[in-house]
């Protein structure tokens, strides 16, 4: 013991001025940003690639001839076409007729949706080759094509935009997909999330770690202010430390999104954080004052821990995933029933749609959309959760989540009606992306007409 209380002095003597010189010129970065920001609205971070939709090869404008469309703002049309060019959507009607090179896709027998938006998800979570999660056998090669295996189940399974909040290797897939090079939905990632704990440093550490975020080209900024669920759930970061976050996030116009249960929802809300994630043991008050502070909730009901618990042989063994941490899950299920049900009653409650899919969840994230509807959310409510109010909590409403004229052509269709059959959406069977078709198991490439 006593070696290492000295091992740890030394550590800290050595350390300490090393971190404190490193968050100095963080800070004088932020400083020297902020001069250069006064005066100006915070904006979204920079996300300075061009989105996709203008993919090698698709240089023919295409007309989607559509049964019914949901159109992601609260519209059902009937009998509707909607014409798109270089990815976009270019108008939406009922009498639109082709022009004479444009690919057609008769999909007039099923009910068209915008691309589904996925505001949390881990695309790195994954069972390996010998079907177990954090397998430590398997290769880099093996590792990389599993990450990319995620992708294209999620795309397959309707989702054209992902939110992957915690791993820095989200960054490679985000840009190989945004090129092109690689099929997968758009992603959003929050590369590695600020994790409170006793050791997690100084009010300026974590404005500093804030700012890093922003350099290493972070979309948003995850934020565990909770433990882990499957530890008990209890408070890792004060209000204090989240208003230093979320405070210094909001300067730089970056998106907030915490990990929080009990009492941290209530702080998180307070901190002026952008979103909080699951909000177990939550409160109607702190729901209440979630809604007054426009605060984004995203609670979770019907994949994750779902997911956890049937696959039990596979999980078991990493980490906290124990018989101890099952439990408490197991107690969670109920918990996040009444919960989610509190909060779809609560008047201005913005209620988005992330699933925290992990391995053996991706491409089944309409599992929560289903499980929702379930209990008590109106199936156009769940879906415009999954749409356009999930763009708008990505501040990318003028670009996803709606069908509608100048949007990117993210455009996915099921056989029947999800409006009064919500398992049909388990059944996605046109993807299209960017105006790039990915899934079509309806129209068979349509140009035979
Ligand atoms: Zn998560």
Redesign the pocket.
Known sequence: MKRTGHALRTLAATCLPILAALSCLLSAGAWAQEDSLAGQAPEQTPYTAPLDGRVRGQVRPELIAAGTVIDGKGNVLHNTRILLDKGRIVSVGPSLSAPPDAVVYDLSHATVLPGLIDV???ITFNFGVTGRYNDTTETPEQRDLLYERSLWEMLMGGFTTVQS??APEDETLRDFVERGWIPGPRILTAREPIVGSPRVGSDDVLRAKTVLLQFEHADLVKIFASQSIRDGAGETLTLDQLRAICGEANRLGMRTLV?VYRGSVRNAALAGCTEV?HGTYATQDDLKLLAEKGTYFDPQVGL?IQNYLSHIPQFNGAGNLNAQGFEYMRQALSVNDKLFQDAIHTPGLKVVMGT?A?AGGHGRQVEEIIARIKLGQSPMDALLAATSLNAQSLRMDNEIGSIAPGLQADIVAVDGDPLTDPATLRNITFVMKGGVVYKDLISAAGSAH
């Open positions: 949390h998800v881990h909040v915690g990990h994630e994750v925290d992990v």
